[in-house]
């Protein structure tokens, strides 16, 4: 059985290949920008790749010396 986050992933692939090069779409009666779908889309993939033990939890570190 799907997680949510897998669900919301599935969803936003479907809504991001049927509105490819418009400015904004509607999801569930909601007009919004596509780069916010971009945005919700990456979050929801990076929650499915921790959910799965595939993200790290730091995703960068900074070396410099202060």
């Known amino acids: 059985m799907a997680t949510f986050a897998e669900n919301m992933v599935t ?3 479907a809504v991001l290949l049927e ?3 418009l400015a904004s779409t509607t999801i569930d009666g ?8 971009e945005a919700k889309y ?4 990076a929650k499915v790749a921790r959910e799965n033990g595939r993200k790290p939890r730091v995703s960068t570190i900074s070396l410099r010396r202060t």
């Open 42 to 45: 990456e979050f929801w993939k």
């Open 19 to 21: 509105s490819a090069g």
């Open 11 to 13: 969803k936003l692939e």
């Open 30 to 37: 909601v007009t919004v920008a596509l780069s916010d779908v």
